[in-house]
């Protein structure tokens, strides 16, 4: 995908620092509170010639909205009627229907073919700009745009980064439950844009996204030979990771992008080895008689937290990078699964399965603040939104019916279902694009 | 009771039985374990089908376990007997678990059983080169359903004549 090429107004950029001194910033959202009371913020129709910019803006207003933090105000509520989203609004108009943010923007078909997006944020109370920016992309790629106007958005008013800009890799699910057709899938993060990456041929498990957003490692049974592979996705090629003598299986790359960590299947035990993708040299993390699966590298990769049944159920254990002082660090009723480190480096996600439910938590990287945001039937394989604020998950309902991809925020509040073009498992967050 | 312990003796009647059962019941379908448990028994000696009708080609285990049961070893036993008779085939051993697990657990769990039916059979005297495992871990269950006697036939191991693996 082309890179957008960003200009960000000089006039803007001086009012974004000015603005960005607590003193001034009137609109804030303080999103550690549990339940945040979503922000009003209007959010206009982009002005175009076409329908161009309205699509913009509703996709703008989407993300927000999904976010749970914001509260978009209706439209038909609007008294100033933007025609020049250059010009200062009228801000009592926007306080008088308590919208405290506002968005104005417009998009143009430039001469050369390429799309020009621009946006303006104000704070109504505070009577100012909060940000502008200015994006030149190719017409296709209008969605994108949008997402990372949103993103813009989101971190002035939140002070994190955003998450909109990103994509989902998962698996698409097919027929009966008995002979389910499962394909390698990839989407935007809010469902839009889904394609196909394989056939459907073999089955297909565990699709995680390489650092690069340019790679994914993922399990295949191509050839009868259950084994882990990557995928270009750009070309499309494939290749095996490895030649092990046995089933490879819950693949997951190092921050850098340069090493895979996964499991190999060794008679009744499965057991963590980490391959560099450079030099193919292997190292075994781990060699126990038990199963040591599901390794995830903390952000700083200094760390590795994984799976184990070693003790008798499985629990969630850590060890450093080079398989070093392995030690368990979930203590909680119930047997623990699929660990993912958040990109934070400050919580660890995982499946807890307690009393015939299935739960999806988090804990604290030593195994304290134990916290679960979900609990149901069947909830598995959490994965975290490149900012480490959302989670996405899968949910399987009991029978013959298939499972769906459910996004939750960290708080556990705004579980919301996320469209795909059938059933869907193993959802794995990418980074945000660049 | 006594009605359904008194057909029960009379093989015919109970694949008779376990039609309308699952007629009645669309929901929870009860799969016999092999073929043979119907009465049906028509197979020619050494073929696939005398050995998934008259032997059986799969064993059960239970939650979270890969220990071979009494009932398993039984079914175990006579597989190897019949592979020592018709030593033309190679065996796949399938690994199986229920749905009731996550998934890279179940792949492992799957291949860990498929692992304990191979070693029983080796030690029963199934030469180890002539077979080779692979595991489904979820993803492959027979019966469809949400309830306990649903996944008890799921976590299974399949003894397949030929078939691919590793």
Same mark, same amino acid.
């Given at each position: 995908m082309p890179r957008l090429s960003k200009i960000v107004f000089l006039m803007a950029a001086m009012i974004m620092a000015l603005a960005a001194r607590p003193a001034l910033a009137v609109v804030e959202i303080d999103i550690n509170k549990a339940n945040v009371e979503p922000l009003p913020i209007a959010i206009t /129709?982009?002005?175009?010639? /076409?329908d161009l910019g309205a699509k913009v803006s509703s996709v703008v207003e989407a993300d927000l909205k999904r976010s749970g933090l914001f509260a978009p105000v209706n439209r038909g509520a609007f008294i100033e009627k933007i025609t020049n989203p250059d010009q200062t609004p009228r801000f009592p108009d926007w306080t008088a229907i308590n919208a405290q943010a506002l968005v104005t923007g417009r998009v143009v078909q430039e001469a050369d073919g390429r799309l020009r997006a621009e946006y303006r944020l104000w704070d109504t109370f505070a009577n100012q700009q909060l940000s502008g920016e200015q994006f030149f992309t190719r017409p296709e790629n209008w969605r994108r745009v949008a997402h990372i106007i949103a993103d813009a958005i989101y971190e002035r008013l939140t002070g994190e980064k955003g998450y909109f800009d990103s994509r989902v890799v998962f698996v698409s699910e097919t027929g009966p439950k008995n002979n389910r057709q499962k394909q390698l899938a990839i989407m935007d993060q809010d469902g839009a844009n889904a394609r196909m990456l394989t056939s459907g041929n073999d089955i297909v498990l565990t699709p995680r996204f390489s650092p690069n957003r340019q790679e994914i490692t993922y399990m295949s049974f191509e050839g009868g030979q259950p084994r882990v592979y990557l995928l270009q996705l750009e070309t499309g090629q494939r290749e095996l990771v490895g030649n092990f003598p046995g089933m490879t299986f819950s693949p997951r790359f190092s921050p850098d992008g340069q090493r895979v960590i996964m499991s190999l299947q060794e008679g009744g035990n499965a057991n963590i080895y980490a391959m560099d993708l450079r030099s193919r040299a292997t190292t075994r993390l781990t060699d126990t008689a038990a199963i040591d699966t599901s390794p995830s590298y903390s952000p700083d990769s200094q760390q590795i937290v994984f799976e184990s049944d070693r003790g008798g159920r499985q629990q969630l254990y850590k060890m450093n990078a080079d398989g070093s002082n392995q030690q368990r660090i979930s203590f909680g009723d119930g047997s623990y699964s699929t660990p993912v480190w958040s990109p934070r480096g400050d919580l660890i996600a995982f499946t807890k399965q307690s009393g015939g439910k299935f739960s999806i938590g988090v804990m604290r990287p030593d195994g304290s603040g134990e916290r679960i945001l979900t609990t149901g039937f069947h909830n598995e394989g959490p994965t975290w939104a490149p900012n480490g604020r959302v989670l996405m998950f899968f949910r399987q309902p009991a029978g013959a019916g298939g499972p769906q991809i459910y996004s939750i925020d960290l708080t556990g509040y705004n579980e919301q279902r996320v469209e795909t073009p059938g059933y869907a498992s193993d959802p794995a967050w990418s980074p945000l694009l660049e | 009771m006594g009605r359904i312990l008194t057909l029960a003796t009379n093989p015919a009647m109970i694949a008779l039985f376990t039609a309308l059962a699952v007629t009645g019941c669309a929901s929870k379908k009860t799969l016999p374990n092999n073929a043979g448990e119907l009465g049906l028994n028509s197979a020619t000696p050494g073929s696939q089908q005398d050995f998934t009708v008259n032997v059986g080609d799969r064993i059960f285990f239970d939650t979270d376990s890969s220990s071979i049961r009494p009932d398993a070893a039984a079914t175990l036993d006579k597989q190897a007997q019949w592979l020592a008779r018709y030593p033309q085939y190679r065996i796949t051993v399938e690994g199986h678990a229920d749905e009731r697990g996550t998934r890279e657990y179940n792949l492992a769990l799957g291949a860990r059983r498929a692992a304990a039916a191979k070693s029983y059979l080796a030690s029963k005297g199934v030469p180890a080169s002539q077979m080779q495992t692979i595991s489904y871990g979820k993803e492959r269950p027979v019966a469809v359903c949400d309830d306990i006697s649903c996944w008890s036939q799921n976590r299974r191991s399949v003894t397949v004549l030929g078939g691919a693996g590793s």
């Open positions: /129709d982009f002005q175009s010639t /076409d | -």
